[in-house]
C-alpha cells in the first residue's frame, strides 16, 4: 500500500470521519487486521476558519502549504485536503509539492459523470456555493449546478461553523436541510453535492428525496482506489 499524507484539523471532525472511513474500508479490501499507512498533520482550525478577505486567504496558503511540504518530506507519497473549502488553494498547494493531490471536487465530478448524472443543487460552506473554483470542477464534467440561494447559503454556512465543526448535530439543523433538499428538488435538482465534509452528519445519504453525492465518502473511495494502487 502507499503512503497517503493528509491536512488534517479543517475541522477535526471531518478528519476524524476521513481516518474512519479509510481503514474500515481497508479493512474489507486488504485484511482484517489491515490499516491504512497514513500520515495526518492536524491543523488548528481556529486559525483557518471563516477567511473572507485575500490577505487571509494568503496567510492560509502558507500555513497549508508548508503543511504539504511537510507531510511529503515525512514520506508522503501522495496527499489529501480533507476539507472542500480548502480546495480554493488546491493549486498554490500542488505547485509546491512533487507528490499527487487528489482533489475532492475532481473526484465528485468524476463520479457524477459515471453515474449520467446532468443537473444538481451544490450545498457546503458559502465559497464552495458561490465562488467558481469548486463549481468549475464539477460543471467541466458535465454538470449543470442550480444558482445558490443566498438565504439557504447563509443558514448552511452558520450550520456548518457554529454546529458542525465543533461536532454538534441538533434536529433543527437536520429540520432545516430536509427543507432545503426538498425545496432544491422543486426547484429542478436531480441530485444534491454534499460540498462540506461534515454534512452526512446531518444528511442521510442513502435514503433521501434526491440521489447524494456526498463529497467525504467520495474522496475516501478515491483515496483507498490510491493506497491500493488502483487509480
Known amino acids: 500500500?502507499?503512503?497517503l499524507g493528509m491536512i488534517g484539523g479543517l475541522s477535526w471532525v471531518s478528519t476524524a470521519m476521513y481516518y474512519d472511513r479509510i481503514n474500515r474500508a481497508v479493512q474489507r479490501r486488504v485484511a482484517p487486521m489491515a490499516s491504512a499507512p497514513l500520515l495526518i498533520e492536524s491543523l488548528d482550525f481556529h486559525q483557518l476558519w471563516g477567511l473572507l478577505e485575500d490577505q487571509d486567504w494568503k496567510r492560509a496558503e502558507t500555513v497549508?502549504?508548508?503543511?504539504?511540504?511537510?507531510?511529503?518530506q515525512a514520506g508522503a507519497e501522495g496527499l489529501l485536503i480533507c476539507a472542500n473549502s480548502g480546495h480554493r488553494l488546491y493549486d498554490e498547494i500542488a505547485a509546491a509539492i512533487d507528490?499527487?493531490?487528489?482533489?475532492?471536487?475532481?473526484?465528485?465530478?468524476?463520479?457524477?459523470?459515471?453515474?449520467?448524472?446532468?443537473n444538481a443543487a451544490l450545498i457546503g460552506t458559502r465559497n464552495v456555493m458561490i465562488e467558481g473554483f469548486y463549481r468549475q470542477r464539477l460543471?467541466?464534467?458535465g454538470v449543470d449546478l442550480l444558482p445558490p440561494d443566498m438565504t439557504n447559503v447563509e443558514a448552511i454556512d452558520r450550520i456548518i461553523y457554529e454546529e458542525l465543526v465543533v461536532g454538534k448535530v441538533t434536529r433543527s439543523a437536520e429540520r432545516t436541510l430536509r427543507t432545503i433538499i426538498t425545496r432544491k428538488e422543486q426547484e429542478g435538482a436531480k441530485a444534491i453535492v454534499l460540498a462540506c465534509t461534515e454534512l452526512d452528519l446531518l444528511v442521510?445519504?442513502?435514503?433521501?428525496?434526491?440521489?447524494?453525492?456526498?463529497?467525504?465518502?467520495?474522496?475516501?473511495?478515491?483515496?483507498?482506489?490510491?493506497?491500493l494502487g488502483e487509480e
Open 204 to 227: 442521510d445519504v442513502d435514503a433521501n428525496v434526491l440521489p447524494v453525492f456526498d463529497s467525504t465518502r467520495i474522496h475516501c473511495d478515491a483515496a483507498l482506489e490510491w493506497i
Open 64 to 72: 497549508l502549504v508548508d503543511s504539504a511540504r511537510r507531510l511529503e
Open 99 to 118: 507528490i499527487p493531490v487528489l482533489h475532492i471536487a475532481e473526484c465528485v465530478g468524476v463520479a457524477m459523470e459515471k453515474a449520467g448524472c446532468k
Open 139 to 141: 460543471v467541466a464534467h
Open 1 to 3: 500500500m502507499r503512503k
